[in-house]
């Protein structure tokens, strides 16, 4: 019971920080467009379609549900062995899967919902790709594939949490909410930065920014509140 107070706590202290970098990854975004162009960037149409298009096969067709818990139990036995866990176990099917780890922890637990799988494997694919090849000009086709991959991902994130989950309730549902929103917003900018023409110092700067944005924000709001 303490141990779920004080994650309760924690996670009002980190919503701020959730405020600052989903603005952050808005501006990055638009980022993405530059200034001296008023026409919209192949790179931001990448992602935009392949974030809709996968919307709309979500909509119309059969949900490959296997899929999916694929990628979820993967993603749990990846951060298990990133964190020094054994893993065994594996069990995936059309109505659900398994793994068993020899530790759990709310990075385990929670990292399905935070950590896109697919996209992960899109990111490792252009890596390998760009060892040998430039890819820099089809930067459109892989963003496409970040946005497609990322809302297969969020889609199937909302589907979950919409469900009763042992996961959150494990870790108390304020505390999974703002700790997957937080990792989310804030793995889509290095998804993002990792495939376009974006570098991690613009990013930064951005980020950077937005925090001074929302404190000054917010010390107005103090301000206002203390003289009324």
Sequence with gaps: MLLKF????IAVLLLPACAVVCLSLFHLILALQPESSRQIPPSFWGLAIGFFLWLFLFIVCQKPVRTYVLG?????????AVTGARVSRLRVSGKGGSVQVSKSTFLI??????FPFYTF??????????????????EPFWLGLVGLTWAFHLTFTVHM???HQPDIHENGRLFSCVIILLFNAAGLC???VCMSSVTFDQLLAIITADSRTMLNAGLRLLQTAYSG
């Design 161 to 163: 949490l919409l469900q």
């Design 190 to 192: 290095v998804w993002i």
């Design 6 to 9: 004080l994650k309760f706590c």
């Design 109 to 114: 637990t929670l990292a399905p919902y935070f």
């Design 121 to 138: 494997c899109v990111l490792l694919l252009y890596a390998v790709i760009s060892a040998f090849h430039n890819q820099r000009i089809y």
């Design 72 to 80: 979820h139990e993967l993603t749990h036995a990846l951060w298990a």
